[in-house]
């Protein structure tokens, strides 16, 4: 069953961006005609009945230096308007550019092609031990009189109930289904139900556990997708207006490894459109804690579904706190895996260096299980890695030296006092806290990395005009900033990729001598410049605002440091009960 789209009305206001002559100039000789005309043909190419081009002169180019902000000689100026290539590779003067331009916009580049060029996180100094996974055992458990009311218990739990035959996973997918379909018109956090499939996945847990298959914890257990994976048979909309009908005969690498542990998959969940917010083409999705309130984004729908007890977890991505953003909002634990360690095959690219898929479940013990059934190398994601997983639920704090962002934690700010309560509890657990602090680097000139890739991902919606279909059509909205980020110069984008990487080298000496660091969620630049390097975070419940909306705390690791850092916040967990607390408008408690 799929969910008919919601009608409402939306008042955002179009704010027109006021652009000098000179500017205007520069769009009109150098992307003329408009870059909404898709696949047209060089100039060498182009019919004598095709519109012909201004000539390009030299108020065009120094409009588009001041753009930049370069200055060039007359002498020089003189020389780009003279260049003329003198072979099919020799691209040596704008008009040249241009008709290269035309070439590339020829070509079909489906939002599935990745760059040639791959974001190469550097590997933690220390090798990671070579280890299997050691989860906590399955705990006792005993079926209660109505079924419903385990509808916030994690995984683990669950899977004990279908281990000892007390569940069987079609009872446990109906439940889930029928919850799905009665809150769901108050969360607006379903895009699809893939009911008939869900059944179909959990009758087949069924006949394999009773045969004595065990395919591991997930064996039988429901869960969402955020909408920007592919499954084949059904709508993969991105969240967004003009693919909302858009159906993609593949199936995404991490629904293709869910599947293979033996996960029943019970729907396709919203997000942001093209992966901003919450606002998709069907409304905006709601936080449980607070329906008035948006569940913040990109992974709006599964924050907002494993939040209400919907499901057990969802698959979320972060590019830019898409996961630590509705997880913190929502009261959920969400892990954001380090670059490359979970394949993107057959996800929406908004960023081919930033992009990451994680897990978004009830507590840390869960996102282990579910991070060790999707991680490792895929033919279907260049980036994609295989590296070790030596986690322990065992691990005592003890062992560990743990850094905290002492500068972040001293800042008087709302929340300050429940951030300081999380050192105090580790020092209870025993764990050696130390004080460290981040690179000191402005973000925001780095992220234009970002922009830029993100309007390639997107080049054929801005050029073909559907762009005008999206929900949001204010100044910060993916309209916008995909046609802004055409005026990113070629090298600046490499130029930002290198001081990336010196960040990158930072980041690593910052953290030697430490196996974790917790930062407050929101202070600083920590979610920038992790996102920026790749490392992993998990953002986890830490108490409740003035308002009554749950807070976050995080922790992050080395490069592929998911074992030390999901084990860091197990304990935490294990000692406080913010993880146990759901929201009572769902059935929680």
Same mark, same amino acid.
């Given at each position: 069953m799929r969910f008919p789209p919601r009608r409402h009305s939306f008042d955002f206001r179009h704010d027109a961006s006021r652009v000098t002559i000179g500017v205007?100039? &520069?769009?009109?000789? *150098? =992307?003329?005609?408009?870059?909404?005309?898709?696949?047209?043909r060089p100039d060498s190419s182009a019919s004598d009945s095709a519109p012909k081009r201004p000539a390009i002169t030299e108020i065009h180019l120094r409009a588009a230096l001041d753009l930049i902000g370069l200055r060039y000689t007359d002498a020089e100026i003189e020389l780009l308007l003279r260049a003329r290539g003198r072979s099919g590779n020799d691209f040596s003067g704008p008009r040249d550019r241009r008709n290269a331009y035309d070439a590339? !916009?020829?070509?079909?580049?489906?939002? #599935?092609?990745?760059?040639?060029l791959l974001f190469d996180p550097l590997p933690p100094a220390v090798p990671i031990p070579d280890r299997a996974p050691q989860f906590e055992a399955l705990p006792d458990v005993q079926r209660p009189a109505a079924l419903e009311e385990v509808a916030f218990w994690p995984v683990t739990r669950l899977a004990a109930l279908l281990r000892t035959g007390q569940v069987t996973s079609e009872e446990l997918t109906r439940m889930y289904l029928d919850r799905l379909r009665r809150f769901d018109p108050r969360l607006l956090a379903v895009v699809t139900l893939t009911d008939s499939?869900?059944?179909?996945?959990?009758?087949?847990?069924d006949r394999?556990?009773?045969?004595? !298959?065990?395919?591991?914890?997930?064996?039988g257990i429901p869960y969402g997708l955020k909408d920007l994976f592919a499954v084949p048979g059904y709508p993969t909309t991105w969240g967004a207006g003009p693919y909302q009908d858009q159906v993609l005969d593949e199936t995404a690498s991490v629904a293709r490894k869910l599947e293979e =542990?033996?996960?029943?998959?019970? %729907?396709?969940?919203?997000? /942001? =459109? *093209?992966?901003?917010?919450? &606002?998709?083409?069907?409304?905006? +999705?709601?936080?449980?804690?607070?329906?008035?309130?948006?569940? #913040?984004? #990109?992974s709006a729908g599964p924050g907002s579904a494993v939040s209400a007890g919907l499901l057990p977890f969802a698959i979320g991505t972060e590019t830019l706190g898409s996961i630590v953003s509705p997880s913190t909002r929502n009261g959920v634990t969400g892990l954001r895996p380090s670059f490359g360690r979970v394949s993107r095959g057959g996800a929406m690219a908004l960023s081919w260096s930033m992009d990451k898929v994680g897990p978004m479940c009830r507590n840390a013990e869960d996102c282990s299980i579910v991070f060790d059934a999707i991680r490792g %190398?895929?033919?279907?994601?260049p980036s994609s890695v295989d590296v070790p997983f030596p986690y322990d639920a065992d691990t005592k704090l003890g062992d560990l030296t743990i850094g905290y962002v002492a500068s972040a934690f001293e800042r008087e700010r709302q929340g300050a006092d429940l951030d300081r309560a999380v050192l105090d509890v580790l020092r209870d657990l025993g764990a050696k806290l130390v004080p460290v602090e981040l690179p000191?680097?402005? +973000?925001?000139?780095?992220?234009?990395?970002?922009?830029?890739?993100?309007?390639?991902? @997107?080049?054929?919606? +801005?050029?073909? /005009?559907r762009d005008s279909l999206l929900a949001r059509q204010d100044p910060g909205a993916w309209p916008n900033s995909f046609r802004s980020s055409r005026f990113i110069p070629a090298v600046e984008y490499i130029q930002a990729n290198r001081v990336r990487r010196l960040l990158q080298i930072e980041m690593r000496q910052a953290m030697e001598g430490i196996d974790a660091y917790v930062s407050p969620s929101f202070a600083?630049?920590? *979610?920038?410049?992790?996102?920026?390097? /790749?490392?992993?975070?998990?953002?986890?419940?830490?108490? @409740?605002?003035e308002n009554g909306s749950p807070t976050s705390i995080t922790f992050c690791g080395r490069m592929y440091g998911e074992a030390e850092v999901l084990a860091v916040a197990k304990a935490y967990q294990d000692a406080t009960e913010w993880d146990d607390r759901h929201p009572e408008a769902f059935g929680g408690k």
């Open positions: 205007a100039a &520069v769009l009109l000789a *150098l =992307a003329w005609p408009a870059t909404r005309a898709i696949g047209q590339l !916009r020829a070509a079909p580049l489906p939002n #599935s092609v990745s760059p040639a499939l869900a059944i179909d996945q959990a009758r087949r847990a394999e556990l009773g045969a004595g !298959r065990d395919r591991g914890p997930l064996h =542990a033996g996960a029943v998959l019970a %729907a396709k969940l919203t997000l /942001g =459109a *093209l992966a901003m917010g919450d &606002v998709w083409f069907g409304g905006r +999705t709601r936080n449980p804690w607070d329906t008035e309130q948006g569940s #913040s984004g #990109s %190398a895929d033919a279907a994601d000191e680097v402005s +973000t925001r000139p780095l992220l234009l990395t970002l922009g830029a890739e993100a309007a390639a991902a @997107f080049d054929e919606l +801005t050029r073909s /005009g600083g630049s920590n *979610l920038a410049i992790t996102n920026l390097t /790749g490392h992993p975070c998990i953002s986890l419940p830490n108490g @409740f605002g």
